[in-house]
């Protein structure tokens, strides 16, 4: 540990939200699509950004500057379209220029060719387009934005660090259409075109680059991590100066992989996988720059720079060599500037800090390191205020929740009965067997959001926007019942988010009006902020509920979102463990179940689709969440009597490793998305012989067609064949509020005739 050399401390940022702080990408490519603008509008829409968003972190003071972060669409389909991995339905060959019309065909489809499969980046919400992989998998270099992009900021006076996604996080997230080819296998095809586009940039003159692997952070395949040896021994030689970057979670067990692989610098989440920066400072080679990523790029709490800077004290001094000071990962996963706010709560806001704050964060604790902490003394002491501020809040604490959580005894963790008994209880619904019933909205009509903004922007009052709700709703109920279906909904006209209607009626959550995050492509959302203890001042959707069922004879289902589903679509507070605030959003549903119930509904819905998605990244920390999670959603459910029927859904349905915990959940009824899978998703539940009642959907909801009733009756059979079907329910895959009410009446009626035709072989 000595400092007499000189050694350089840089503050970086590992990427830049290129949504734009008006969303200016999402409305320049979503009149591209419509073929209201052209290739030249587009391009400019995206250089301009590119330059503020360059601009804005030099001008804030950043050393390291990312380029190549910028996407018309997603980092990993850039890398697709980059080593002309495009799968051959798009037409696409070798050789030609990949256009924009190439490029979004493989997000979004055409109509002879479907789009790729999108999903979840590790434990993010953000959505990646999945590489494809067969046996014809050929790759070439057939772009050269990476240099493109450098030399565009360059031209600015900007020198950048181009960002990459790795070999190995690109094969491992990608998905092999054919048997026998493992992805971890196309490596020695892939590695020569790395090769060719470093050796390029580093011909160019670019010094370093950063290259993205994150798959560093999960259980690794047997191979991966000699592969991950041979890539980075094979590829350094060519290139520029890596920064290899991982995030989302600790290395655990791939620390000394990661630390003795030769590249130039390895970057940490110091968050996430703060557990791993003090090993990691004391092991890594002197000549490595180390990178800490100390502010954080998944949520939008102030940095506390004080106790960052200590951080960063203690460990830049068990490292030899050179320091980045860094976000813990791109800024992707935040919003772009909360200037724009104008409606927070100013002391909320005060808590705060978005991208563009970030990039003060980064540079301010940057200068503390190098030039020592009197230089920065003013962003420290404002820091630290604003922590304190927080952390003496009355905002963020409510003793009566508190006190609530901790007089918990045992029984309100679970149902009074075993389901044998609860079963028995709800016998009187004098329900059908194979009973119909669908997820809960039905379509959003284009009438219904013009009434919702005309109500936002007050041409339409209370009254009127109430009447039309409830105008909507009744017609609802009583198509269900032209329709034949059994148990009925009232349709959730007035939400316009699962998540945010529940938000805006509970204490401790905070509503911005521009927080925009990139969700998939020119999607964004704007995710709630949970600042403080969380409590139901008064019922939720009781009115609803009881004004839907006061027009019908059957029963209408309750329908609200869970605890573990509000938590992970909102930014959460880090001032408690996850597992702390969920449980008090738990308390408040479960207030809302019992009061359900006092007025008279006796099936209640809980709709969690977010449980699988929020799984911890490595296996041995999963069943700690699932532990909670589950604790969680009995804690929503069990404040209701044994004849009432509490109900869940979830929508991603890969189930087969935490089958254990499904049935924990113990929800009367559990409907899961199967269509798509031709019931085959079933079979878990079957090889586990779930005890509770289950409704496998059987209409794939994501698609505008209309299933006929011999192939809804086929598939009930096909379920019939594998679960007793005492057990089953017949329902859509999921939610109908993106379809349109003509799909919906043809599906429902055909869903309604199978259900009865396959009634009467029982
Ligand atoms: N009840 C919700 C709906 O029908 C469920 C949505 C979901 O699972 N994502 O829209
Ligand atoms: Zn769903």
């Not at 950043?62 to 799968?87: K, R, T, W």
């Not at 959001?449 to 009052?461: E, I």
Request: glycine fraction near 6%.
């Amino acid at each position: 540990m000595t400092h007499d050399h000189h050694r350089q401390i840089r503050s970086a940022v590992l990427g830049f939200p290129r949504i734009g702080a008006r969303r200016e990408l999402k409305f320049a490519a979503e009149a591209f699509w419509r073929g209201d603008s052209d290739d030249t509008a587009l391009d400019d829409i995206a250089a301009q950004l590119r330059t503020r968003h360059w601009r804005a972190m030099r001008q804030r003071g950043i050393d390291v500057i990312p380029s190549n972060d910028f996407s018309f669409y997603d980092q990993m389909l850039d890398m697709i379209a980059l080593l002309g991995a495009i799968p051959q339905r798009y037409g696409w060959r070798p050789g030609q220029p990949v256009d924009h019309k190439t490029y979004f065909a493989c997000a979004r489809g055409t109509d002879t060719a479907p789009a790729m499969e999108m999903t979840k980046w590790f434990d993010t919400n953000y959505h990646y387009i999945v590489p494809e992989f067969d046996d014809a998998t050929a790759f070439s270099l057939a772009r050269q934005t990476p240099l493109n992009m450098w030399r565009e900021a360059k031209a600015l006076g900007i020198d950048t660090r181009p960002v990459l996604i790795g070999p190995l996080t690109f094969l491992l997230l990608g998905k092999s259409k054919t048997e026998g080819v493992e992805p971890l296998s196309l490596l020695p095809r892939l590695l020569p075109v790395y090769e060719k586009l470093l050796a390029a940039l580093k011909g160019a003159g670019v010094d370093w680059v950063q290259i993205d692997e994150p798959i560093l952070v999960t259980d690794l395949p047997d191979g991966a991590a000699d592969a991950f040896r041979t890539a980075y021994e094979t590829l350094a030689p060519a290139a520029p100066k890596i920064m290899l970057t991982t995030y989302f979670d600790r290395l655990g067990d791939n620390l000394d992989l990661a630390a003795d692989l030769p590249v130039a610098g390895l970057h940490l989440d110091c968050l996430r996988g703060a557990s791993d920066a003090p090993y990691i400072a004391e092991r890594l080679d002197g000549a490595k720059t180390l990178s800490l990523g100390l502010v954080d790029g998944r949520n939008i709490w102030r940095t506390d720079l004080e106790r960052q800077l200590a951080t960063a004290r203690k460990l830049a001094g068990a490292h030899d060599g050179d320091i980045e000071i860094a976000t813990s990962c791109s800024l992707l996963h935040v919003p772009v500037d909360l200037s724009l706010e104008k409606k927070l709560d100013p002391e909320l806001q005060s808590w705060l800090a978005f991208a563009t704050q970030k990039l003060d964060e980064v540079s301010t604790l940057a200068r503390g390191l190098r030039d020592g902490s009197d230089t920065i003394s003013a962003a420290l002491a404002a820091s630290t205020e604003a922590a304190r501020a927080r952390a003496d809040s009355p905002y963020t604490t409510n003793p009566d929740v508190r006190a609530r959580l901790k007089g918990l005894d045992d029984s309100a963790w679970h149902r009074a009965s075993p389901f044998a008994r609860r079963r028995t209880a709800q016998a009187d619904l004098g329900l059908p067997p194979l009973p119909t019933t669908t997820i809960g909205s039905f379509p959003q009509t284009g009438d219904v959001r013009k009434a919702r903004a005309a109500h936002r922007r007050g041409d339409m009052s209370d009254d009127a926007y109430d009447a039309f709700l409830k105008q909507e709703t009744e017609a609802t109920i009583r198509r269900q019942e032209q329709l034949g279906i059994d148990v009925l909904v009232h349709g959730e006209f007035e939400r316009t988010d699962m998540v945010e209607y529940f938000g805006e009626k509970l204490e401790g959550f905070a509503f911005t009006g521009n927080g925009w995050v990139q969700s998939f492509g020119s999607r964004c959302v704007r995710p709630p902020v949970i600042f403080g203890d969380v409590s139901r001042p008064a019922p939720m959707t009781v009115d609803w509920a009881r004004y839907a069922q006061s027009l019908t004879g059957k029963p209408v289902k309750g329908m609200l979102t869970g605890p573990i589903t509000i938590l992970h679509w909102s930014f959460v507070r880090d001032d408690q463990p996850r597992a702390d605030t969920c449980k008090q959003i738990a308390l408040a549903i479960r207030d809302e179940v019992v009061d359900l119930e006092a007025a008279g509904i006796r099936i209640i819905q809980i709709d969690e689709p977010a449980v699988r998605e929020g799984l911890p990244l490595r296996q041995k920390d999963q069943q700690a969440y699932l532990d909670w999670a589950v604790g969680c959603f009995r804690l929503s459910a069990s404040g209701v009597e044994d004849r009432t029927q509490i109900h869940t859904h979830m929508c991603y349905s890969e189930f087969n490793d935490i089958m254990d915990s499904i049935a924990a959940f113990d929800a009367d009824v559990i409907s899961i998305e199967t269509s798509r899978s031709d019931m085959e998703l079933l079979s878990v539940f079957s090889n586990f012989r779930y005890p509770n009642d289950i409704g496998p959907g059987i209409w794939d909801i994501h698609s505008p067609r209309v299933p006929d009733a011999d192939e809804i009756e086929r598939l009930i059979g096909k379920a019939a064949e594998v679960i007793d079907p005492a057990q089953l329910w017949i329902n859509p895959d999921c939610g109908l509020k993106t379809r349109g009410w003509p799909e919906v009446e043809a599906s429902l009626t055909n869903m309604v005739t199978a259900a009865k035709a396959a009634r009467a072989q029982l």
